[in-house]
């Protein structure tokens, strides 16, 4: 489309501009008296915005795995239903945290009414959320914990339970006893963290006729450094029964790993969300058990709580979405189904 700049405007005369003058004057008194009330709760989201439409911003950990495209597909639905816009922006990588902290002090400037963030890290972006809250813009958090108060709800897995989960599933793989490994993902992340606890407290049942022979290494944000600690570990422990891991990139180097050193199948393999490749595997029998989250309800409910808080409707402090083990006993069960497989083409369009 060709833009085309509009004609100058004549310049007014003084008794037009000083009648314009008062008239705005007015207007503005009139815009201070009726801005001043609090929302009403239950209002539209029209009529919360004055007819215009309200604008979130959601800004993921990262934009490059499964679980991120399954949460912006629910996003968008949500605000295809409540009639607002998404913004959808955030690091390529899952340690970027400089990255995600710009985007949060960008979205602030812009003026958007409300921000649903998944923090990278729990302790930095405090200070921005902060700082939304200052210019009385409403945050949800979701996927993982902030190290603060400041924000109106917490939208996530119970990320300790789903640690527990795989710790009981890979129990009952290895026979009740044998050598395991948790291999952790990176540091500074809460949600991972409070799995890895989760699995480390459940995993104390089990002693001694299990020994956790590792439970200090990191796989890293990215599959090839994952990949490289995998291998290293595997040829630490060569006699190792068991892993679990506390993401999709750990878990699917593990599993890559575990396939070139023939073990795959044989080492049994526990963990945490899925993508096409680790959900094969637990048909074949190379995966043996995924903590499934509900990642596409995740971004639904973030930018439903985000709309419910901008309409002064009280919201809970903490929404939790549900975790499941997913074997392949269960795996074709259509509520599971539906976890493996969200309507992601459906919304992103």
């Known amino acids: 489309m060709v833009r085309t700049d509009p004609p100058k405007p004549m310049r007014p005369k003084p008794f037009l501009q000083t009648l314009a003058v008062l008239l705005l004057g007015a207007a503005l008194n009139t815009i201070s008296l009726t801005g001043c009330g609090t929302r009403n709760k239950g209002a539209t989201a029209a009529e919360v915005s004055g007819n215009k439409t309200l604008e979130i911003a959601v800004i993921p950990k990262g934009t490059t795995h499964m679980y991120w495209n399954s949460v912006h597909a629910g996003a968008a639905k949500a605000a295809k239903e409540l009639g607002v816009i998404i913004h959808w922006q955030g690091p390529l990588k899952e340690d970027d945290r400089q990255v995600q902290i710009q985007t949060v002090q960008n979205f602030i400037?812009?003026?958007?009414d409300a921000i649903a963030l998944a923090p990278l890290d729990a302790r930095s972006l405090v200070p921005v959320v902060k700082a939304a809250g200052d210019?009385?813009?409403p945050v949800v958090i979701f996927d993982s914990d902030l190290?603060?108060?400041?924000y109106r709800s917490f939208v996530a897995t119970d990320n300790g339970e789903g640690g527990r989960l795989?710790?009981?599933r890979l129990a009952e793989a290895v026979g009740g006893k044998g050598n395991v490994i948790l291999l952790r993902y990176a540091e500074g992340s809460a949600s991972t963290t409070h799995r890895e606890e989760g699995?480390?407290?459940e995993m104390k049942k089990f002693e001694p006729a299990i020994k956790l022979v590792s439970a200090n290494q990191y796989a890293g944000v990215t599959m090839e450094k994952a990949y490289q600690v995998a291998?290293?570990?595997l040829n630490r422990y060569p006699d190792v029964d068991g892993v679990f891991c506390a993401n999709e990139v750990s878990t699917q180097a593990v599993l890559r790993a575990l396939q070139t050193a023939r073990k795959a199948g044989k080492v049994k393999l526990v963990g945490f969300d899925a993508n096409e490749t680790l959900v094969n595997a637990l048909r074949t029998g190379e995966v043996h058990g995924l903590a499934v989250q509900d990642p596409f309800g995740m971004g639904y409910l973030a930018v439903k709580t985000a709309v419910q808080a901008l309409q002064g409707e009280t919201v809970s402090r903490r929404i939790d979405t549900g975790v499941t083990m997913v074997t392949a006993d269960n795996m074709t069960e259509p509520q599971v189904g539906a976890l493996l497989h969200p309507e992601i083409a459906k919304w992103l369009q």
């Open 109 to 112: 400037s812009r003026g958007v």
């Open 135 to 137: 210019k009385g813009i």
């Open 147 to 150: 190290g603060s108060d400041a």
């Open 166 to 168: 795989a710790a009981r």
């Open 199 to 201: 699995f480390l407290a």
């Open 231 to 233: 291998q290293n570990l």
